[in-house]
């Protein structure tokens, strides 16, 4: 007997829409990337404290994590195929303000709708990706979650060769970027409405095929709160690195900025391929397992980050980018299982949720920083990855195996 929960249409995928989206995901966070990017450029030209940096990414991140849920919650209801232009219009003024931004509360303000754009984006870009992914969820997933970590991994190369030359005006370069992102999102937007209206005339709608057994409610529960766990630990932890390590690069080890950035690059870029196979990876050997592993890795290895030298930094930076990151897509389709009613909803809660704990790290780090100093700093961020092991109580799912219907 086939549930609700246990239906979909085992469709082929449209390889085509599961890119454009992956690559409109990869100029939305490419704007993003552009805030900690600036963090160097703000603290030489504007003076800036690691608290005040810490409350921009604040202030950019927690206004995604928050609206990220409510929108997802709105187009479960009624979808909005024409929100993904528009949110990306936000963030093309977001950018515009930016650029031009003469003191710390005009760029504050800026980053705030550079976020409501990235809120309005992620759930319905994640409701595009479920809807072309056919019987490839895991793949789907990852295409678009590799497509925005790609995007992220961007910042250090964007800090090194365009803000550092060309200081926070540099950030106007990328309106031609949120320009692009408006075509591409104008045009998925019409298959995005096709694709709901044929729902409607067939009076069927799409639901999510679920590798996790019948579960009660508190089950349920019990299962999301680990899956923000380990959220919560993974977010805080990147953070910590992708925003923050590099002045520690730059204080213990002597490099100059450009340096330093390159050391995030490959921190991030080896997290955007551990994205990539970690949707794949999770449709052949299993959601859990997957996390497990992401779990287990990168946790001995973050203990020895701040106390090696120089050449073995590249290395664990390297191996932690893309354990830690492999299950980022897959905590997104874990969370959609277990309430397969919700998709846009549980997308926006989990990837909401990443983006606010980053936030929320971003002040905490920071300040931690001002009050003891870098170094120490580090060696506390270093057990982060121990919280995330809470996830190892998950419920086991199972391969699919049913056919189309």
Request: include cysteine; hydrophobic fraction near 55%; charge should be positive.
């Given at each position: 007997m086939t549930s609700s929960k246990q239906t979909q249409n085992l469709a082929?995928?449209?390889?085509?829409?599961?890119?454009?989206?992956?690559?409109?995901?990869?100029?939305?966070?490419?704007?993003?990337?552009?805030?900690?990017?600036?963090?160097?450029?703000l603290e030489k030209e504007r003076g800036l404290t690691f608290t005040q940096l810490g409350f921009i990414f604040f202030a950019l991140n927690m206004v995604a994590s928050v609206l990220q849920p409510v929108v997802g919650y709105f187009s479960?209801?009624?979808?909005m195929p024409y929100a993904l232009p528009i949110g990306m219009t936000f963030s093309l003024?977001?950018?515009?303000?930016?650029?031009?931004?003469?003191?710390?509360?005009?760029?504050?303000?800026?980053?705030?709708?550079?976020?409501?754009?990235?809120?309005?984006?992620?759930?319905?870009?994640?409701?595009?990706?479920?809807?072309?992914?056919?019987?490839?969820?895991?793949?789907?997933?990852?295409?678009?979650?590799?497509?925005?970590?790609?995007?992220?991994?961007?910042?250090?190369?964007?800090?090194?060769?365009?803000?550092?030359?060309l200081g926070q005006k540099g950030a106007a370069v990328f309106i031609v970027v949120a320009a692009l992102g408006i075509i591409i999102l104008s045009r998925i937007s019409a298959w995005y409405k096709q694709q709901l209206e044929l729902e409607k005339q067939n009076n069927r709608k799409k639901v999510i095929l679920s590798s996790i057994g019948d579960l009660t409610k508190k089950q349920i529960g019990i299962a999301l709160t680990l899956l923000l766990i380990i959220i919560f630990a993974r977010s805080f932890y990147t953070t910590n690195v992708t925003s923050f390590y590099v002045f520690y690069l730059m204080d213990e080890y002597g490099l100059n900025i450009e340096q330093g950035q390159l050391y995030i690059f490959l921190f991030m870029a080896l997290g955007a391929a551990?994205?990539?196979?970690?949707?794949?990876?999770?449709?052949?050997?299993?959601?859990?397992?997957?996390?497990?592993?992401?779990?287990?890795?990168?946790?001995p290895l973050c203990l020895l980050l701040p106390h090696m030298p120089l050449w073995a930094v590249g290395v664990l930076l390297a191996l932690i980018g893309f354990f830690i990151m492999l299950s980022f897509s897959v905590t997104v389709i874990?969370?959609?299982?277990?309430?397969?009613?919700?998709?846009?909803?549980?997308?926006?809660?989990?990837?909401?949720?990443?983006?606010?704990?980053?936030?929320?790290?971003?002040?905490?780090i920071g300040a931690l920083m001002d009050g003891?100093?870098?170094?120490?700093?580090?060696?506390?961020?270093?057990?982060?990855p121990f919280i995330g092991l809470a996830g190892l109580a998950l419920p086991k799912d199972q391969k699919i195996t049913a056919s189309a219907n």
């Open positions: 082929n995928p449209v390889y085509p829409i599961m890119f454009a989206i992956g690559a409109c995901h990869l100029l939305n966070d490419t704007l993003q990337a552009v805030i900690p990017a600036m963090f160097p450029v479960d209801r009624k979808p003024i977001g950018m515009a303000g930016l650029a031009i931004a003469p003191s710390y509360w005009l760029i504050l303000l800026s980053v705030i709708i550079l976020g409501l754009g990235s809120a309005v984006f992620h759930p319905e870009g994640s409701r595009v990706s479920f809807l072309a992914a056919g019987n490839k969820r895991g793949l789907s997933q990852s295409i678009y979650q590799v497509g925005g970590n790609s995007g992220q991994a961007l910042a250090p190369l964007i800090s090194a060769f365009i803000l550092v030359p551990g994205t990539f196979f970690g949707g794949p990876m999770a449709d052949r050997i299993g959601r859990k397992n997957v996390i497990v592993l992401s779990l287990l890795v990168p946790v874990y969370a959609q299982e277990l309430v397969p009613s919700k998709i846009g909803t549980m997308a926006g809660l989990t990837v909401g949720l990443a983006f606010g704990m980053g936030a929320i790290g971003a002040v905490v003891i100093g870098i170094f120490p700093t580090m060696v506390i961020a270093s057990f982060l």
